[in-house]
C-alpha cells in the first residue's frame, strides 16, 4: 500500500512560482510511475505532467508545457513540480498519484492508471 503526500500550495500572484512536493511511502518508489494532477471547481480532474519510473520518459499537458517542470528524487521517494509563470487558470486542487507502471518509455495520462493518490494540496493563482 503506497501513501503520497502532497506539500508546497499556497497562494501566489500571477507570474510566480511554487514548487509542489509529493513524498511516498514505498520503498520500492522506483516500480511506480508518478504524476500530477489538478482539478478546478466545476471541472473533471486532469492529468497535468506524469513521469515514469527512472525519470527517463516525462509527460505534460499541453497548458502547461514549458512552465511547469516535474522531477523526480528515488533515493528521497519524492516527486516534484516546479510550476513558473504561474496563471489565474492554473488555480485548482492539486493531487499526486503513483501508479505501478513497468515501462520507463511511456507514461501514462489516465487516472484510471493510478491506483494511489494523496489528498491533494490547493493553489490559487491572483490575477
Known amino acids: 500500500q503506497v501513501q503520497v503526500v502532497e506539500s508546497g500550495g499556497g497562494l501566489v500572484q500571477a507570474g510566480g512560482s511554487l514548487r509542489l512536493s509529493c513524498a511516498a511511502s514505498?520503498?520500492?518508489?522506483?516500480?511506480?510511475?508518478m504524476a500530477w494532477f489538478r482539478q478546478a471547481p466545476g471541472k473533471e480532474r486532469e492529468c497535468v505532467s506524469a513521469?515514469?519510473?527512472?525519470?527517463?520518459?516525462?509527460y505534460y499537458a499541453v497548458f502547461v508545457k514549458g512552465r511547469f517542470t516535474i522531477s523526480r528524487d528515488n533515493a528521497k521517494n519524492t516527486v516534484y513540480l516546479q510550476m513558473n509563470s504561474l496563471k489565474p487558470e492554473d488555480t485548482a486542487v492539486y493531487y499526486c498519484?503513483?501508479?505501478?507502471?513497468?515501462?520507463?518509455?511511456?507514461?501514462?495520462?489516465?487516472?484510471?492508471?493510478?491506483?494511489?493518490w494523496g489528498q491533494g494540496t490547493q493553489v490559487t493563482v491572483s490575477s
Open positions: 498519484a503513483a501508479g505501478l507502471v513497468y515501462s520507463d518509455s511511456m507514461v501514462p495520462t489516465s487516472n484510471r492508471e493510478y491506483g494511489y
Open positions: 514505498e520503498r520500492t518508489f522506483t516500480k511506480y510511475a
Open positions: 513521469i515514469s519510473w527512472s525519470g527517463r520518459s516525462t
